[in-house]
């Protein structure tokens, strides 16, 4: 009996050579990802921790990629890679993610670049010396992205899967309002529960309160009038592509999106 153990970046070749493209990322980002399957635990995965290092990094896909050449898959991989992000730490983050920066195309928001857990440092107060404090954040999602008026601007996205169980209806109002709020002052920080993450009416409003934010253009770009029949089209096509990537990725449990992957299954 033979036993052939495949490297996580030739993993990520094989899946793209069979598999979308949003596939394709989905499953880089949790190859590249902080957590890992862990049956018994709550949600079935866990936290790497204590020297359990993620599987690969998006530099060693792409160095792998670079080594071995023009084989199948390998150029659909380069293109899914583009929008591979590392160290997210949960599934949801990893198809928040997703849905929030992918291009329309491919039935994201195109809100900028990703990035997982990254820390930054943030104004804290003064102390007692007239002397500007700073505190490091560590947001779930980052989104950067160049306005309009060539302003470099940073949203934070913290995912909060345990607030949905709090019992208090107003704590999700007030979160809420706190979205609302971060569009026009202080920092522009957003939280989404459970709740929040399997609404897709919410999402798409959260995700044009970041886009003002942003400073972004619409997406897609439209070439007509709003009104116009082609622009309703496209706009009308666009919200279809989100909500089968929403369906596709948000809502199912971790294990359920990777076994549809392998075994071809599609929603």
């Given at each position: 009996?033979?036993?052939y153990?495949?490297?996580?970046e030739?993993?990520?070749?094989?899946?793209a050579?069979?598999?979308?493209?949003?596939?394709?990322?989905?499953?880089?980002?949790?190859?590249?990802?902080?957590?890992?399957?862990?049956?018994?635990?709550q949600?079935?995965?866990?936290?790497?921790?204590?020297?359990?290092?993620a599987l690969?990094?998006?530099?060693?896909?792409e160095?792998?990629?670079?080594g071995i050449?023009?084989?199948?898959?390998?150029?659909?991989?380069?293109?899914?890679?583009?929008?591979?992000?590392?160290?997210?730490?949960?599934?949801?983050?990893?198809?928040?993610?997703?849905?929030?920066s992918?291009?329309?195309?491919?039935?994201?928001?195109?809100?900028?670049?990703?990035?997982?857990?990254?820390?930054?440092?943030?104004?804290?107060?003064?102390?007692?010396?007239?002397?500007r404090?700073?505190?490091?954040?560590?947001?779930?999602?980052?989104?950067?992205a160049?306005?309009?008026?060539?302003?470099?601007?940073?949203?934070a996205?913290?995912?909060?899967?345990?607030s949905?169980?709090a019992?208090?209806?107003?704590?999700?109002?007030?979160?809420?309002?706190?979205?609302?709020?971060?569009?026009?002052?202080?920092?522009p920080?957003?939280?989404l529960?459970?709740a929040?993450?399997?609404?897709f009416?919410?999402?798409?409003?959260?995700?044009?309160?970041?886009?003002?934010?942003?400073?972004?253009?619409m997406?897609?770009?439209?070439?007509?009038s709003?009104d116009?029949?082609e622009?309703?089209?496209?706009?009308?096509?666009?919200?279809?592509r989100?909500?089968?990537?929403w369906?596709?990725?948000?809502?199912?449990?971790?294990?359920?999106?990777?076994?549809?992957?392998?075994?071809?299954?599609?929603?």
């Amino acid at each position: 009996m033979q036993l052939y153990i495949c490297s996580p970046e030739f993993t990520f070749v094989q899946i793209a050579a069979s598999s979308s493209c949003e596939d394709a990322i989905y499953c880089g980002m949790a190859l590249c990802s902080d957590f890992r399957l862990e049956p018994v635990a709550q949600g079935g995965v866990v936290f790497r921790e204590r020297g359990d290092s993620a599987l690969t990094k998006r530099p060693r896909i792409e160095a792998f990629l670079d080594g071995i050449g023009p084989v199948r898959g390998s150029e659909k991989a380069r293109r899914a890679l583009r929008y591979v992000a590392d160290d997210a730490r949960s599934p949801r983050e990893c198809s928040l993610g997703m849905l929030l920066s992918l291009p329309s195309r491919n039935g994201g928001f195109d809100l900028g670049r990703l990035s997982f857990n990254r820390a930054f440092a943030t104004i804290d107060g003064i102390d007692r010396y007239g002397r500007r404090k700073s505190k490091n954040r560590i947001p779930d999602i980052l989104l950067e992205a160049t306005s309009r008026s060539g302003e470099r601007r940073v949203v934070a996205v913290d995912y909060d899967s345990f607030s949905t169980h709090a019992g208090d209806p107003k704590m999700l109002l007030d979160m809420h309002r706190r979205n609302d709020l971060a569009t026009v002052r202080g920092l522009p920080h957003f939280a989404l529960t459970s709740a929040d993450a399997n609404n897709f009416e919410y999402l798409c409003s959260l995700a044009e309160q970041i886009r003002k934010v942003l400073g972004r253009p619409m997406r897609p770009a439209l070439r007509t009038s709003v009104d116009s029949h082609e622009s309703r089209r496209i706009l009308m096509e666009a919200r279809y592509r989100r909500y089968v990537l929403w369906r596709r990725f948000v809502i199912p449990p971790f294990d359920d999106v990777v076994d549809g992957i392998i075994g071809g299954d599609r929603w």
